[in-house]
């Protein structure tokens, strides 16, 4: 699935919403420890975002590339907007940036993807948030991450995720060392449980 029908919810599958949190046998090193919010789910695939990866650029990085604003201009922006935090959100289109955010803030290109998150991909929401007008809670992810039809259910089938209701605390949750454990936490799950089942049917 791509970014492109992620609007179209008139089916919605079982994975939408939902937080996949990988396992220890999970092959892909592009999903190591890796939890994944979502987005959209249907038989013609999934697609999401992982929410616990940081970027190696900054938000200032992205002013800059994107001509929004210069260097001079950036060091006048408050503190928490200079550390606006950008994930790598997957390894499809990792050029592209996309913005996970409360429903506060919507555009025209902006795109619900819960009862309460929302999914924005112009460059209206970013300088909403260089103005200080942009929503309570968001997050930046360069990429995201996509399956086609039944490639996540077979993942799935062969223990390589495990799947709960995702957590709006979880996906704006700034601190992302531990962030895998306290995912695995909303199942009452710890990671030494799962390295003491690996390799076990």
């Not at 992620?6 to 090193?29: H, T, V, Y």
């Not at 975002?49 to 992205?62: E, G, L, W």
């Amino acid at each position: 699935m791509s970014f492109s029908t992620l609007g179209d919810k008139s089916e919605r599958g079982f994975l939408d919403g939902q937080f996949l949190i990988a396992m220890p046998s999970m092959q892909d090193s592009n999903f190591t420890r890796a939890v994944v919010y979502i987005c959209a789910h249907s038989q013609a695939g999934a697609m999401g975002f992982i929410i616990n990866r940081a970027q190696q650029i900054s938000f200032t990085d992205v002013l800059h590339h994107l001509k929004i604003m210069d260097q001079a201009d950036t060091i006048m922006l408050p503190l928490q907007t200079r550390d606006f935090p950008i994930l790598s959100g997957g390894p499809v289109e990792t050029g592209r940036g996309f913005v996970l955010h409360s429903d506060d803030f919507v555009s025209e290109s902006s795109i619900p993807v819960s009862d309460d998150i929302s999914l924005t991909a112009t460059l209206d929401i970013i300088r909403a948030i260089c103005d200080g007008r942009g929503p309570a809670r968001a997050t930046m992810l360069l990429g995201y991450a996509g399956w086609g039809a039944g490639q996540l259910e077979l993942e799935i089938a062969n223990n390589g995720w495990l799947n709960c209701p995702a957590s709006d605390e979880l996906i704006f949750d700034r601190a992302l060392e531990g962030k895998y454990e306290r995912a695995l936490a909303l199942l009452g799950v710890s990671p030494e449980m799962l390295s003491s089942e690996a390799g076990h049917a």
